[in-house]
């Protein structure tokens, strides 16, 4: 088997740096885990949940989607648009986030195949950690997942001999090109963290189908203020606005996030909000992650990695409300 | 007392851009008595006018410094002229917190300028921008320090 | 405390002085929770750990069809109820606030009583010691590290816009964010919109902010929200007096003005 110690994991990153990746790792700043660039000299943090997830690999928060050169005449020709996919592995990827991928995928090659997704999808190697321990906030076991789930990865990395060791297992031809980086050993992996199921979410799912009126949500986002905390941290979430911005010499379309929380989401010009109260957004919410994207693409939008519940001020938690929906059914 | 105003020194690798904010009553009637007194002063500055003071935004303030702006200056009428009685006043407050935020991230008072000139001060104000015109040319181009540029 | 606190609410609910308590759950995180039965006032707590300003919420069109609500106010909640008064936003009488301090219930108070508890139990309310320790090794630095300083930081917001959801100070039904016509504000999670916006929702609560801190609480990034808005908090006292939250017909520091006003930095 292929394995590494624990501490020399920025050996491997400095190898995969030297290769000519360009490495995005869980790295503390401050005291907030971030997934970053990884540079030679920055310690390594497997211990929390990042606040961003791997989403921001392949779908940036902002991005450039056309570009026009603006004439003195008043016209305008399209631009040459250079599309930056470098040769990525994300390391130390949470398996949550990599079976967001897997949702993504689905997502981004529907009714239009979107290019740059798919470039830096094609470009990027993840590298899961299996979870060796969970937070109150993380419930993969109930959206089909698991601490060392798999889906989505190019190569797992397993915790083993106590925690001082990982064993690299590939997954993928792309997982199968890090092979050579990582040593022959013997270790005895470790069993994940155990996260028991704290709803069944086939029956939200079915209740979600079915009770679209039901006065459960008219209580259920008195605490939501409507940001986009929630939506901007889900591996998963990805509506995006278009805006255009102009100068004298230009004018670029940028593709960026947007949230289904915002209160002006779902605004018309008329005037006239189909979601016009904070409950209707969050039926929207839950509906979306747990009954549509299922029924469209046989996978929920949600893979329990808790950060919504983690990071929202106000305390709304999807699994919570799940819960009580699953409650609400039986 | 000066009659003439130095003009722009020749051949500079570095022209700044300043944008300006002046009201239409003073700062910009003075601006166009030092036009027609033919003082000469640098050609660096890009006036914007707006009715009074009152009216400046400090956003206006930021989205110049976005579009690239090396300096800013806001001008109006002197305290108690103000066309609109107090517009003024108003601005006047809001510029002296404006500032210290902005202080704070890095735009000081080698970026951002205040000033008043009445529509009677056209030496002043041809003064005033060959002044600020040559502090920013000291300072050099903002582009890298400036923390709101567009990139 | 927490019984004084619980029974209060209760008896408000049962005199029907309120239809609606808001406070804080005891729950990890101290989430927001909404009260309507007297019975149900035993999930109502306080401890330091609470980090919301409740006063958020009456910015909510579904709690103001809910009046008269009466909202769990530690300080700075009071502060921002004062606040709220004095800027029309809160129908007379329809607000109460259940005064809380760390060990202590205080009790229950209109607008002008919590102004009047403030003055008088919490006056000259400021930026802890370790804010204005923050403050001031930012101000040792140079401008050019000040400005790389927020550009780093701000290179991390997602424009999520949670500090704005956060503060019961933004309660504008359309943020100059969410105009786009024409469009101030750059919407992309960029620097220069980023600067924009951070510098913005800071000035737009000068003279204003409670500092609550729930801003900085609620991103998710961890910028560090609180600096810009303790040293406009120090400006505006210095400069204007300023002192949001401690009188109900307070007038607002950037609506007003004195022919004093110090200009000695206008040429």
Redesign the interface.
């Known amino acids: 088997m292929k394995t590494i110690a624990i501490d020399r994991l920025p050996d491997l990153a400095q190898a995969l740096s030297k290769a000519g990746y360009r490495v995005v790792a869980p790295v503390d700043e401050g005291g907030v885990v971030r997934l970053r660039e990884w540079t030679k000299g920055l310690a390594l943090a497997l211990d929390a949940v990042p606040v961003n997830s791997v989403k921001d690999v392949l779908f940036p928060r902002s991005e450039v989607v056309a570009r026009f050169a603006l004439e003195e005449s008043g016209g305008f020709t399209p631009a040459p648009l250079e599309r930056s996919a470098p040769k990525t592995v994300v390391l130390c990827a949470r398996p949550c986030d990599a079976a967001a991928l897997s949702a993504l995928d689905a997502v981004f090659n529907w009714d239009y195949r979107d290019g740059s997704y798919n470039a830096r999808r094609a470009a990027t190697t993840v590298v899961s950690l299996a979870c060796f321990k969970a937070d109150e906030h993380c419930f993969c076991t109930s959206v089909n997942g698991a601490p060392d789930g798999t889906a989505g990865a190019d190569a797992l990395l397993r915790p083993a001999d106590g925690g001082k060791k990982l064993v690299f297992e590939a997954l993928s031809d792309k997982g199968r090109q890090l092979e050579a980086m990582v040593s022959d050993g013997q270790a005895v992996p470790d069993a994940p963290a155990a996260l028991k199921r704290r709803f069944d979410s086939a029956a939200v799912g079915r209740w979600l189908a079915s009770n679209f009126e039901s006065p459960f949500w008219k209580e259920a986002a008195l605490a939501c203020l409507g940001c986009g905390a929630c939506a901007y941290a889900c591996p998963v979430c990805h509506c995006f606005d278009l805006q255009d911005e102009s100068?004298k010499k230009e004018c670029r379309r940028l593709r960026n996030w947007d949230s289904c929380g915002f209160g002006l989401f779902t605004l018309h010009a008329s005037g006239h909000n189909p979601r016009p109260d904070q409950s209707a957004r969050w039926r929207q919410r839950v509906t979306h992650k747990f009954s549509i994207y299922p029924q469209k693409f046989k996978t929920f939008a949600c893979t329990g990695c808790g950060r919504c519940a983690r990071l929202c001020q106000a305390g709304m938690a999807i699994a919570e409300t799940c819960e009580r929906i699953e409650a609400l059914g039986r | 007392m000066k009659t003439e105003t130095s003009a722009v020194p020749a051949a500079t690798a570095f022209e700044p851009r300043i944008t300006a904010f002046v009201c239409n009553w003073c700062t910009y009637a003075g601006a166009d008595l030092a036009g027609t007194s033919r003082l000469q002063y640098a050609p660096n500055m890009r006036i914007i006018k707006l009715p009074c003071t009152g009216r400046i935004d400090?956003?206006f303030v930021?989205?110049a410094f976005?579009?690239g702006a090396d300096a800013v200056l806001v001008s109006g009428c002197h305290?108690?002229d103000c066309h609109y009685t107090?517009g003024n006043?108003?601005a006047?407050?809001?510029?002296?917190?404006?500032?210290?935020?902005?202080?704070?991230?890095?735009?000081?008072?080698?970026r951002l300028?205040?000033?008043?000139v009445s529509a009677a001060e056209g030496q002043k104000f041809a003064d005033?921008v060959n002044d600020v015109t040559a502090k920013v040319r000291q300072a050099g181009p903002f582009r890298a320090?400036?923390?709101?540029?567009?990139? | 405390m927490m019984k004084a606190l619980r029974e209060a609410a209760a008896k408000l609910l049962q005199e029907k002085r309120a239809v609606l308590v808001i406070g804080y759950a005891d729950r990890k995180g101290r989430p927001a929770v909404f009260v309507s039965k007297p019975e149900d006032c035993g999930r109502l707590v306080y401890d330091s750990s609470c980090r919301q300003n409740l006063a958020a919420y009456l910015g909510k069109p579904e709690l103001r069809a809910r009046l008269p609500v009466a909202v769990v106010a530690p300080p700075a909640v009071l502060r921002s109820l004062v606040v709220l008064t004095a800027e029309s936003q809160i129908p007379a009488g329809q607000v109460l606030a259940l005064a809380v301090d760390h060990d202590a219930f205080l009790g229950v108070f209109d607008a002008a009583g919590a102004a009047e508890l403030l003055r008088s139990k919490f006056p000259d309310l400021g930026p802890e010691k370790a804010l204005l320790e923050r403050v001031a090794e930012?101000?040792k630095k140079s401008?050019?590290?000040?400005?790389?300083?927020?550009?780093e930081e701000?290179a991390k917001c997602t424009r999520c816009y949670a500090c704005r959801a956060a503060c019961p100070g933004c309660y504008c039904s359309r943020c100059?964010v969410e105009k786009n016509a024409p469009q101030?504000?750059?919407t992309a999670a960029?620097?220069?919109g980023n600067?924009?916006w951070n510098?913005?929702r800071?000035?737009h609560q000068?003279?204003r902010c409670t500092l609550c801190g729930a801003c900085e609480a609620a991103c998710p990034q961890g910028l560090p929200l609180m600096?810009?808005n303790a040293?406009?908090d120090r400006?505006?006292l210095a400069?204007?007096d300023a002192r949001p939250g401690y009188d109900p017909e307070g007038k607002p520091?950037?609506?007003?003005?004195?022919?004093e006003?110090?200009?000695s930095?206008?040429?």
Do not use: C, Q
Request: zero cysteines.
């Open positions: 100068d | 400090p956003l930021l989205k976005e579009d305290p108690g107090s006043y108003h006047r407050r809001r510029w002296t917190l404006f500032r210290k935020l902005l202080a704070l991230t890095g735009i000081g008072d080698d300028f205040f000033s008043w005033l320090a400036n923390p709101g540029r567009r990139a | 930012l101000s401008a050019a590290e000040r400005a790389a300083f927020w550009a701000f100059i101030w504000v750059s960029l620097g220069h600067y924009t510098v913005m800071a000035f000068s003279g600096v810009l040293v406009l400006e505006a400069e204007f520091v950037i609506g007003s003005w004195s022919a006003d110090d200009h930095y206008m040429r």
